[in-house]
């Protein structure tokens, strides 16, 4: 049965690829020509992504790539965990109070991103820190999810400057 339904995948394939075009590269009325937009690749890891977040929300400064090894969250890698994960500051973000006393990597002193396999994951994530904001406004902060994306800001920024890196996310991932 196996070989059966790979036999006429095969011939699907073959079919629906046709015989090779004698109009040559230009192609002619019948089938035109489509050229391929040399558009970037849109980024896939967190350095990338916050990289790309600090083209567009100049106060962001890339602070921290972390490792499996140096992840505080133990997720890095880890099954349900984020695939890549990155820490940074905002210029705007006061180093006084609560600030003053954090690690220096700390979400409330700019922000992060974390990358996951798929949005669902994402969200999880985000539901998930958002249920500690919830119940201890200290641990409160904004959160971003687009694709498998989420971008964690600092309660200290205004809603004003919070929506730049929601924006921003949005242009870069869509």
Do not use: W
């Given at each position: 049965?196996?070989?059966?339904?790979?036999?006429?995948?095969?011939?699907?394939?073959?079919?629906?690829?046709?015989?090779?075009?004698?109009?040559?590269?230009?192609?002619?009325?019948?089938?035109?020509?489509?050229?391929?937009?040399?558009?970037?690749?849109?980024?896939?890891?967190?350095?990338?992504?916050?990289?790309?977040?600090?083209?567009?929300?100049p106060?962001?400064?890339?602070?921290k790539?972390?490792?499996?090894?140096?992840d505080?969250?133990?997720?890095?890698?880890?099954?349900?965990?984020?695939?890549?994960?990155?820490?940074?500051?905002d210029?705007?973000?006061?180093?006084?109070?609560?600030?003053?006393?954090?690690?220096?990597?700390?979400?409330?002193?700019?922000?992060?991103?974390?990358?996951f396999?798929?949005?669902?994951?994402?969200?999880?994530?985000?539901?998930?820190?958002?249920?500690?904001?919830?119940?201890?406004?200290?641990?409160?902060?904004?959160?971003?999810?687009?694709?498998?994306?989420?971008?964690?800001?600092?309660?200290?920024?205004?809603?004003?400057?919070?929506?730049?890196?929601?924006?921003?996310?949005?242009?870069?991932?869509?």
């Open positions: 049965m196996h070989r059966i339904a790979v036999g006429i995948l095969a011939a699907t394939l073959l079919t629906a690829c046709g015989s090779p075009s004698t109009s040559g590269p230009t192609g002619s009325a019948d089938t035109p020509v489509v050229q391929a937009e040399n558009k970037p690749a849109a980024p896939k890891t967190a350095e990338e992504l916050t990289t790309a977040l600090a083209q567009k929300v106060s962001l400064k890339l602070t790539v972390f490792t499996a090894e140096d505080p969250n133990k997720l890095l890698g880890r099954p349900n965990g984020y695939t890549s994960k990155t820490a940074f500051t210029t705007r973000v006061a180093v006084e109070g609560e600030v003053a006393i954090t690690k220096e990597n700390d979400t409330l002193r700019g922000g992060g991103v974390e990358v396999a798929d949005e669902a994951a994402a969200k999880a994530r985000m539901d998930y820190i958002q249920s500690f904001g919830k119940q201890m406004s200290v641990l409160a902060e904004y959160d971003y999810v687009a694709g498998g994306v989420l971008v964690r800001v600092s309660k200290q920024l205004t809603p004003t400057q919070a929506k730049e890196y929601e924006a921003a996310l949005a242009g870069i991932v869509g």
